[in-house]
């Protein structure tokens, strides 16, 4: 009897195993688990991620699409504007984003914006961004004559929900400008650190520590019993000992670039460009007149007015190729090559090129 009772729980235990083998085989054909055959498995994991990337490519490119037809239609209304070169820009920065997967945040102090002329505008330091705040200022009515860099405060939407609904929105004129990373780098550094003649939040917050890198010897104690501060600063915090371009860059190739000062941060981690459809890209260091009107044209402005008087001009004067060039004269390629490797992205997107700043640096003997 013991032997049947045993048999008979064998049989059991045998009729459920195989019966939970069953159910795991089935489940596992539904979901596609690993033990199914390798080329099947590769076909579905490449099938997925071609779906992934296709999806977002068309989402992408519907957008770029309407704003070229935008243009498009600008163009045939007599616009001064070269419809092919712009269209490219906007392709390009779309293709880039592509490429790279990027999602870029939206920033609310980041953009200005004005209901009356439904326009959107993201400020970049250094590229015309006194000048466009005192126009998105004016257009606001608040005669403001300095400390333009507050009027961010009083002039970006409402709310991250109140951007996020215009960055998509194609009633709304949205205006990009750039200008080469180069240059910008060099009037940051002109403006922000070189010029001693005022304080500047920059020189007093960064001179410290591009000091510390490549003069340590200010940092030791000295005979007067003088304090760091007094070695390097004036009374009124003025520069005394103003460091080099090329000291600051040494200091600036160290720094991890998600902490970068917005006067030298890149150009796609500060206005969204994967998650904004903007309408027009105006590049500062080629721009034309026809280009100017055409952007006051989309602001709803009068272009008989003079609304743009110094563009481009700083106290520093202006940081053209030539500029730029002179400052570059002190670097080596591999510096250079390592600036482009933390502005490639900035590169890409906007077609800028390397090769007459490479030629700018010294070679070595």
Known sequence: ????????????????????????????????????????????????????????????????????????????????????ESATLLKQVSNVCAKYKLRTPLVKRHFLYNTKHKSLYCWIRKVASTSFTKLFSDMSNRRVSHNFYKEVDFLSPKSLTDLQYLVSNNTVFKLLIVRHPFQRLVSSYRDRIEDNSRYTAQSWLYARQILYLSRPELFRPNATGGSVLQSIFLTNRRLKVVPSFREFLEWLLRQPTDHDDDHWGQYYTHCGVCDTSYNFILKLDQYTFGEINYVLSKLKLDKSKIYLPKLQRTRTGITDFDVTCKYFHDLTPDMVLRLYERYQVDFEMYDYKIDKYLSCAKRKT
């Open 1 to 84: 009897m013991s032997v049947k009772v045993q048999f008979l729980k064998c049989g059991l235990c045998a009729t459920f195993y195989l019966v939970v083998c069953l159910i795991l085989i089935n489940v596992k054909r539904n979901f596609n688990l690993e033990e199914e055959p390798i080329g099947n498995l590769t076909a579905i994991k490449y099938e997925v991620q071609t779906l992934g990337l296709s999806t977002l490519d068309r989402i992408i490119k519907k957008n770029v699409e309407s704003e070229v037809e935008m243009l498009r239609i600008d163009e045939l209304k007599g616009e001064a504007i070269d419809f092919q």
